[in-house]
């Protein structure tokens, strides 16, 4: 999926990144899974954000490629519900 310049995936991008900094000094939170999933939201708007995506996908491939999945089909079933309500609409 590519995300455009949208103020509400910056804010849960940056969101998340401040939840993972958190997380790494509080042992409430797990820091690591906010950082990726932060990166993860960032990754088609920052260049360093895409930047640590690589690194991720180096270490850890088939969790990368199963949360890029689960999007794509998260976006899809979104679409589908968003046609669905057009068409009792309209």
């Known amino acids: ?13 940056f969101g ?5 900094l958190l997380g790494l000094v509080l042992p409430i939170l797990q820091g690591i899974l906010f950082l990726a999933l932060g990166l993860f939201i960032l990754r088609d708007q920052y260049d360093w954000a895409r930047e640590g995506m690589a690194k991720l996908r180096a270490r850890w491939p088939r969790q990368v490629e199963g ?24």
């Open 1 to 13: 999926m590519t995300g455009g310049p949208s103020l509400a995936r910056k804010l849960a991008g």
């Open 16 to 20: 998340l990144l401040g939840l993972g």
């Open 67 to 90: 949360v890029e999945a689960m999007e794509g089909r998260l976006v899809a079933w979104s679409r589908r519900q968003a046609e669905r309500v057009k068409r009792l609409l309209s």
